[in-house]
């Protein structure tokens, strides 16, 4: 006869069952591979054979799997992480799902990625904070590029441990020869790898072979279940090479506090401990290690908490905070591999905007080394970088950044790339190392300034930057306004793309690749000349609104002018002086820009020349003016 628990002892068991879950190490894995290869369903029976469901759970998954599940009058498991409406009807898994269930040895977070090639930014996601991958094959296709990839991304995002669950053996008789081939054939292609284990399981999802019990129908089996695996496998980090602390929030609640807020990257923190700030090199002591549930006496890595210091130091939101004997390097060009996450298409030039832990900064993508094919892991070249491609690129920051390589600190080894305008995230990427130049390199001083420039010349410097359709009458307005502005005593030149085209970017083509490039170098000689006291006017098409907004950025808000030289299509076509379009219209040129290739008119132009309305006089009469009030604004005396 069993007695009723009293309140007290249930208060107590529910203590000692939360005293018992906080000693347990948690494991976060995923599961990876291609599409309809059982992802889904395996993380299902998982849950299921674990006895990790509530009975309202239990319901919904057996009314759900009348309503939208696969497997006849049986229960459908995938159901259980496929969460979306359209992954339910469409039978595949779209977004990342992640689940929590615990046994009696270990807490698990799984994440449940999309196998489909076009769904590879989830995969990423899901795998950028996992311990082990659990890679499936479906044991009737075999290794498949997907697979390759996945496991490919799985090295890059530092993964060291793998399972290989060889899924749907119940659908090839549960032949070992099958299995065994199957792991021979993904052991030679993952040699090269970096896996500190692979370990080969031959599973059934749906029947439950080899998930937590062992399969009676493969005897030949020797190996661990999927879930013993799970329980038992070492995945600890390697922790050495000193605390990083980015610094996610100056948190100050009042005059009498400041703190800075963040996550511990790498390594332990106590109080006492001597600390650097990357960018300043100032160092301080550790005070306290402040959370919501009191002081720590230790914050271990992963831990969120906030530090106060034994006194005032220079740092704030992107500073990383280091142990003071073991301090990071700064970098503005390092070398990396970058997966390209976007339909439209990474140029070499192009800039974007960077997150590297807690800190911001613009990226330009100044060369693909190579691309690498993920059948072979072979290096190919690359002039762009297409949805999926994974590649070894080299970047240029706007400023130095605090770094490590990735296979020494995640943290600080990881960033995305976000285009500027959309505001989409079009990539992710691991650092290798900092480039030598990066170093090397540094701006000189030169004894004579540009205000001093412009103290000699009588005016201001100013880039004008005329744009518009190839025909649209940029170079005629430019020379025009080149010619009053000379006349009135201001030094000028006059930067045109078919000269410059001829000389200095002589070895650039059309494509858009090359014609970023064209506009990044013609918007370093702009700024140049600019610095010289000159008048700049470039007429280029420079059809991309990223690449006029880098021009802009580059030369200065105050010091860049864009003049829009509004023509219509069917007026340059017209007057094709050049017969471009001509040769467009009947295929021979591949990248005209108006006809195969797009332009983007500026959204807030300084000027709008409507040259299809409006009288060469009349425009230069109507611009002159707007020019002047910029360039005459004579900078002040010294002294």
Not at 256 to 281: E, M, N
Not at 349 to 364: F, P, V
Not at 461 to 487: C, P, R, Y
Not at 516 to 544: C, H, K, Q, W, Y
Request: hydrophobic share 40%; proline share 3%.
């Amino acid at each position: 006869m069993t007695t009723a628990m009293t309140s007290a002892e249930r208060q107590a068991a529910f203590e000692a069952f939360l005293a018992e879950q906080r000693e347990q190490d948690l494991l976060r894995f995923i599961t990876c591979g291609s599409v309809d290869d059982g992802k889904s369903t395996l993380i299902g029976r998982l849950l299921w054979d674990a006895q990790q469901l509530y009975d309202d759970q239990l319901a919904a998954l057996t009314a759900e799997s009348k309503r939208y599940g696969t497997q006849g009058d049986d229960i459908d498991f995938a159901l259980l992480v496929d969460g979306l409406a359209a992954e339910r009807e469409q039978g595949i898994t779209i977004d990342v799902a992640y689940r929590f269930f615990a046994t009696q040895r270990r807490k698990f977070i799984v994440a449940d990625t999309p196998g489909h090639e076009q769904y590879t930014r989830n995969m990423v996601t899901g795998a950028s904070t996992a311990q082990v991958a659990v890679l499936l094959i479906d044991a009737r296709q075999g290794v498949l590029t997907q697979t390759r990839r996945h496991a490919y991304l799985v090295s890059l995002v530092g993964i060291k441990h793998v399972v290989l669950a060889i899924n749907k053996m119940d659908l090839k008789g549960y032949a070992q020869e099958v299995a065994e081939a199957i792991e021979a054939e993904f052991r030679a292609f993952a040699e090269t790898l970096g896996f500190a284990s692979i370990t080969a399981i031959p599973v059934s999802a749906l029947k439950g072979d080899n998930i937590t019990e062992r399969s009676r129908a493969m005897g030949w089996y020797k190996g661990p279940t999927l879930l013993a695996y799970l329980e038992t496998v070492d995945a600890r980090t390697d922790q050495s090479g000193g605390a990083l602390f980015p610094i996610q929030l100056v948190n100050r609640p009042n005059s009498d506090f400041r703190g800075f807020s963040g996550t511990l990257a790498r390594g332990t923190l106590k109080p006492g401990d001597r600390v650097r700030v990357t960018a300043s090199g100032q160092t301080a002591e550790i005070e306290r290690i402040v959370t919501f549930d009191g002081d720590l006496s230790a914050l271990e890595a992963g831990r969120a908490a906030t530090i106060t210091l034994n006194k005032e130091i220079d740092a704030s939101r992107g500073d990383v905070l280091t142990a003071a004997a073991s301090p990071v390097n700064m970098t503005d060009q390092f070398e990396a591999t970058v997966v390209w996450l976007h339909e439209e298409a990474g140029l070499p030039g192009r800039s974007y905007d960077l997150k590297l832990a807690t800190q911001d900064g613009r990226a330009t993508l100044s060369r693909i080394k190579h691309q690498v094919d993920v059948n072979t892991l072979e290096h190919r070249a690359a002039r762009t970088l297409e949805l999926n491609d994974i590649a070894r690129c080299q970047l240029t920051l706007s400023r130095p950044l605090a770094f490590a390589p990735y296979e020494e600190a995640p943290a600080l080894g990881s960033f995305i790339l976000i285009d500027r305008f959309s505001h989409a995230t079009v990539a992710a990427g691991m650092i290798h190392h900092s480039l030598r130049r990066a170093q090397n390199v540094h701006r000189q001083a030169l004894a004579i300034d540009r205000p001093a420039r412009e103290r000699q010349n009588g005016h201001r410097g100013k880039v004008l930057w005329f744009t518009g359709l190839s025909g649209s009458g940029k170079s005629t307005l430019a020379n025009a306004l080149e010619i009053a502005l000379h006349a009135r005593g201001i030094r000028t030149y006059l930067l045109d793309g078919d000269n410059i085209r001829q000389g200095l970017n002589q070895d650039l083509g059309f494509t858009d690749s090359d014609r970023v490039e064209n506009i990044r170098r013609i918007g370093e000689v702009a700024r140049l000349m600019m610095d010289a006291g000159v008048v700049v006017m470039t007429a280029f098409i420079s059809p991309f609104q990223r690449e006029r907004a880098m021009a802009r950025e580059r030369v200065g808000e105050d010091d860049f002018l864009e003049i829009y030289v509004n023509t219509p299509l069917e007026e340059c076509e017209k007057r094709d002086v050049k017969g471009l379009y001509g040769k467009a219209r009947r295929g021979e040129i591949p990248n005209m820009t108006g006809i195969n290739s797009p332009y983007e008119p500026p959204e807030a132009p300084d000027f709008v020349a409507e040259a299809g309305q409006e009288s060469l006089d009349a425009l230069v009469e109507k611009l002159l003016p707007v020019v002047l009030a910029a360039v005459e604004e004579r900078p002040e005396e010294e002294g």
